[in-house]
């Protein structure tokens, strides 16, 4: 019979997704089939699953980290912000509609059943089922309706170990506070609290473990100090991406508002010859770039209005004009061709609006979401390269007649005529190792990195992390079995 337990957080960003995944390793070396679960997330950095559905990023790296394919049910309700006020819903990886946020929080109609059926199903097949919370519990005036913390918790009869973060400060008041907060119902849930991100000498925060316990009455799994490597794992959270200095090959990012699927620059961040500087608002694209590579994006009208707002336009015509290369994925795609038309608002507000015009070519958001995974190749050396689609739209024009890749003999993307400015649909393409070397040696720069074989080093250096840290005997003892 299988067991879970729910690693939720006194915070949104408090490590939740990372413990999980560590955890879900270290299980999985003492010989446990460990299956990841997160009833509810809010993310535009999505993974696809092999039946062509969409799940959270951390999902997709949680159920790598357990030796199993990604699948719907581990993440039944996906959240993805289109604006400040609106989102699109994937319900069991399929998109259900956008919805705003103030009829979201009074309609949850079917999603709680949508989240009990998903974790039944995967306890079905594995001795332990690890569930992650998002955000906080302690976020009392969210508890209505609630399916993503201490709702769940209770509609399932799962334990719960509560995890703070004394990076950010305050950790005793985080786990203590949150306590005091709760309702009965839900604090008899918790059965334990972990803290995590210490920096410096363990003993030195010994007084406050106890002092937690003291008023808290809960025990403590263990004190995490800080994973030096979790900058090396995929990022869910556009909080969690940074830059990344490395050698004289700079990539330069503009920080979308609605960026998406940014696990794109995940790869070229390991490069020790690459920097990744990733520039945010309010700041110049500087000039020295080896290649500007424009991001996905959840809103690809609302994100070149905010690109165009903050200059960046400019910027990178001026990148263009001095013989730099420019590289458009998805949304950066659409965003460096000539005109972008969303008559039905698919994609956000609806309206027509002219790109940057360094491809010829033009996108109409119409048609049904492509949603699967890909294995192409490049048409010129004839590299493979496996990948992903996630997108709404059609972009077709002269620059499409030079594409430079190969999906099931298909062409895919568009190369501009002095060869210097690219755009694709492809997601995920520079995990492919050939692929990526190939690329960058365009830009003078040789890679002879195995980019899958790090991350499956640092997921196993993750899971040593935990092994050392936290008392996982008592974890696994905390569990409880599933009910039907």
Same mark, same amino acid.
């Given at each position: 019979?299988?067991?879970?337990?729910?690693?939720?957080?006194?915070?949104?960003?408090?490590?939740?997704?990372?413990?999980?995944?560590?955890?879900?390793?270290?299980?999985?070396?003492?010989?446990?089939?460990?299956?990841?679960?997160?009833?509810?997330?809010?993310?535009?950095?999505?993974?696809?699953?092999?039946?062509?559905?969409?799940?959270?990023?951390?999902?997709?790296?949680?159920?790598?980290?357990?030796?199993?394919?990604?699948?719907?049910?581990?993440?039944?309700?996906?959240?993805?912000?289109?604006?400040?006020?609106?989102?699109?819903?994937?319900?069991?990886?399929?998109?259900?509609?956008?919805?705003?946020?103030?009829?979201?929080?009074?309609?949850?109609?079917?999603?709680?059943?949508?989240?009990?059926?998903?974790?039944?199903?995967?306890?079905?097949?594995?001795?332990?089922?690890?569930?992650?919370?998002?955000?906080?519990?302690?976020?009392?005036?969210?508890?209505?309706?609630?399916?993503?913390?201490?709702?769940?918790?209770?509609?399932?009869?799962?334990?719960?170990?509560?995890?703070?973060?004394?990076?950010?400060?305050?950790?005793?008041?985080?786990?203590?506070?949150?306590?005091?907060?709760?309702?009965?119902?839900?604090?008899?849930?918790?059965?334990?609290?972990?803290?995590?991100?210490?920096?410096?000498?363990?003993?030195?925060?010994?007084?406050?473990?106890?002092?937690?316990?003291?008023?808290?009455?809960?025990?403590?799994?263990?004190?995490?100090?800080?994973?030096?490597?979790?900058? $090396?794992?995929?990022?869910? !959270?556009?909080? *969690?991406?940074? %830059?990344?200095?490395? #050698?004289?090959?700079?990539? =330069? +990012? @503009?920080?979308?508002? $609605?960026?998406?699927?940014? !696990?794109?620059? *995940?790869?070229? %961040?390991?490069?020790? #010859?690459?920097?990744?500087? =990733? +520039? @945010?608002?309010?700041?110049?694209?500087?000039?020295?770039?080896?290649?500007?590579?424009?991001?996905?994006?959840?809103?690809?009208?609302?994100?070149?209005?905010?690109?165009?707002?903050?200059?960046?336009?400019?910027?990178?015509?001026?990148?263009?004009?001095?013989?730099?290369?420019?590289?458009?994925?998805?949304?950066?795609?659409?965003?460096?061709?000539?005109?972008?038309?969303?008559?039905?608002?698919?994609?956000?507000?609806?309206?027509?609006?002219?790109?940057?015009?360094?491809?010829?070519?033009?996108?109409?958001?119409?048609?049904?979401?492509?949603?699967?995974?890909?294995?192409?190749?490049?048409?010129?050396?004839?590299?493979?390269?496996?990948?992903?689609?996630?997108?709404?739209?059609?972009?077709?024009?002269?620059?499409?007649?030079?594409?430079?890749?190969?999906?099931?003999?298909?062409?895919?993307?568009?190369?501009?005529?002095?060869?210097?400015?690219?755009?694709?649909?492809?997601?995920?393409?520079?995990?492919?190792?050939?692929?990526?070397?190939?690329?960058?040696?365009?830009?003078?720069?040789?890679?002879?990195?195995?980019?899958?074989?790090?991350?499956?080093?640092?997921?196993?250096?993750?899971?040593?992390?935990?092994?050392?840290?936290?008392?996982?005997?008592?974890?696994?003892?905390?569990?409880?079995?599933?009910?039907?």
């Amino acid at each position: 019979m299988a067991r879970s337990i729910m690693i939720q957080g006194t915070g949104s960003n408090v490590g939740k997704s990372l413990v999980v995944a560590g955890l879900a390793r270290a299980f999985v070396r003492r010989g446990l089939n460990v299956a990841p679960f997160k009833p509810q997330n809010m993310s535009n950095n999505a993974a696809v699953t092999p039946e062509g559905g969409e799940i959270g990023r951390a999902q997709a790296l949680q159920a790598r980290a357990a030796r199993r394919a990604p699948h719907t049910d581990m993440n039944p309700v996906l959240l993805k912000p289109e604006t400040d006020t609106g989102a699109q819903v994937i319900v069991h990886g399929k998109r259900r509609g956008t919805r705003s946020a103030g009829s979201f929080m009074r309609d949850k109609s079917g999603l709680l059943e949508a989240a009990l059926e998903s974790f039944h199903r995967l306890a079905a097949d594995a001795d332990l089922v690890l569930i992650e919370g998002a955000g906080s519990p302690a976020e009392t005036n969210l508890r209505k309706g609630d399916i993503a913390n201490m709702g769940f918790a209770c509609a399932a009869d799962v334990p719960v170990v509560l995890v703070g973060d004394i990076h950010r400060g305050g950790v005793i008041a985080q786990v203590v506070g949150t306590q005091a907060v709760l309702e009965q119902e839900d604090l008899d849930r918790i059965v334990g609290f972990a803290v995590n991100r210490f920096r410096g000498d363990l003993s030195l925060f010994d007084a406050g473990r106890d002092d937690i316990v003291e008023r808290t009455g809960w025990p403590c799994l263990g004190v995490l100090p800080w994973f030096n490597d979790a900058w $090396r794992l995929p990022a869910e !959270d556009m909080m *969690d991406i940074a %830059s990344h200095k490395g #050698g004289a090959c700079k990539v =330069i +990012v @503009p920080q979308l508002e $609605r960026m998406a699927n940014f !696990d794109d620059l *995940d790869p070229l %961040s390991a490069e020790p #010859g690459v920097s990744v500087e =990733i +520039v @945010p608002p309010g700041r110049a694209l500087p000039g020295d770039a080896a290649l500007i590579l424009i991001p996905g994006s959840k809103s690809t009208i609302g994100d070149l209005n905010f690109l165009r707002a903050q200059g960046w336009d400019i910027d990178i015509l001026a990148h263009a004009r001095r013989g730099g290369h420019v590289l458009g994925l998805c949304g950066g795609y659409q965003i460096l061709g000539k005109t972008i038309d969303d008559p039905d608002g698919v994609d956000g507000r609806p309206g027509k609006v002219d790109g940057l015009g360094l491809l010829d070519v033009h996108t109409v958001m119409a048609g049904q979401k492509r949603v699967t995974l890909t294995e192409a190749s490049m048409i010129e050396d004839d590299i493979p390269v496996s990948g992903y689609e996630i997108h709404m739209g059609r972009t077709e024009g002269a620059d499409c007649d030079r594409a430079w890749l190969s999906i099931e003999g298909r062409d895919e993307g568009a190369v501009s005529r002095n060869g210097r400015v690219r755009g694709t649909y492809l997601h995920g393409l520079f995990s492919s190792d050939g692929f990526r070397a190939r690329f960058l040696a365009d830009l003078g720069h040789e890679s002879d990195l195995l980019y899958e074989d790090g991350v499956e080093d640092v997921l196993d250096a993750l899971a040593d992390h935990l092994e050392q840290y936290l008392d996982l005997d008592l974890l696994l003892k905390l569990a409880q079995p599933v009910k039907s």
